[in-house]
Every structure is written in structure tokens, then in C-alpha cells.
């Protein structure tokens, strides 16, 4: 569980998050990180790279077993 310290306050005077206050952070940063892995993809595509991925695992053709 994360703790928050007010500005001005030691250390010693910390209040743990409440679960939503948590979660709200949490999927922040995920949010972010998305975000910025979009980003790098669009820019990739501009310079004319091409992705790491050649599409989905089971997308390789019509071969059944």
C-alpha cells in the first residue's frame, strides 16, 4: 500500500492512500505508458520503420492442423 506526504509535513506523519485513490494512480501511469509506447510506434511509422511485431501468432496462413 502507497503513502502520501503532504508538503511541509516529515516523514514520520504519513497517511496511507485510500484503494481508489490507489487504483486512480495506478491506471495514471498506465495510461501514460500507453500513451507513450503509441507515440513511439506513430513516429516509427513516419520514419518509415517497420514494427517489431508481423502481425498476430496465429495469422500465418491457412495451415490447420
Known sequence: MGYVVAMGQSGD??????????????????LRANLQ??????RARRKGAMDEADGLPGSQGDERP
Open 13 to 30: 506523519s504519513v497517511k496511507p492512500k485510500s484503494s481508489a485513490e490507489a487504483r486512480k494512480e495506478r491506471l495514471a501511469a498506465e
Open 37 to 42: 509506447r503509441r507515440k513511439g510506434q506513430t
